[in-house]
């Protein structure tokens, strides 16, 4: 059993920052791509950022150049620094693991979802 755990999520006012985290936990050898979507009330769900475990990285172009994703294999973490957040980046934030190896098998797994809000 693979388990998310995410954390960082909060109230923050536009062109302020946040830093989002997601563990993964339970006996997981490896995690290939690990990545963060996002869906914000009444549209659908949207991949924001992902890096491989060579660290290889993608970015909505919405998010270029003002977050950036990053990993740490050895803790199976993954993280989202966001700068310069606009109201339109308000959402429910999912951190996704793809290719998570366990000694039984190799499953995706998704996170319970953080809240984001950027006043403005």
């Known amino acids: 059993q693979v388990q998310l755990v995410e954390s960082g999520g909060g109230l923050v006012q536009a062109g302020g920052s946040l830093r989002l985290s997601c563990r993964a936990s339970?006996?997981?050898?490896?995690?290939?791509?690990m990545g963060w979507y996002r869906q914000a009330a009444g549209k659908e769900r949207e991949l924001v950022a992902s890096?491989?475990?060579?660290?290889?990285?993608n970015y909505a172009d919405s998010v270029k150049g003002r977050f950036t994703i990053s990993r740490d294999n050895a803790k199976n973490t993954v993280y989202l620094q966001m700068n310069s957040l606009k109201p339109e980046d308000t959402a429910v934030y999912y951190c996704?693991?793809?290719?998570?190896?366990?000694?039984?098998?190799?499953?995706?797994?998704w996170g319970q979802g953080t809240l984001v809000t950027v006043s403005s």
């Open positions: 996704h693991c793809a290719g998570v190896r366990t000694m039984f098998n190799n499953l995706d797994a």
């Open positions: 339970g006996r997981i050898f490896s995690i290939n791509a």
């Open positions: 890096i491989t475990s060579g660290g290889n990285t």
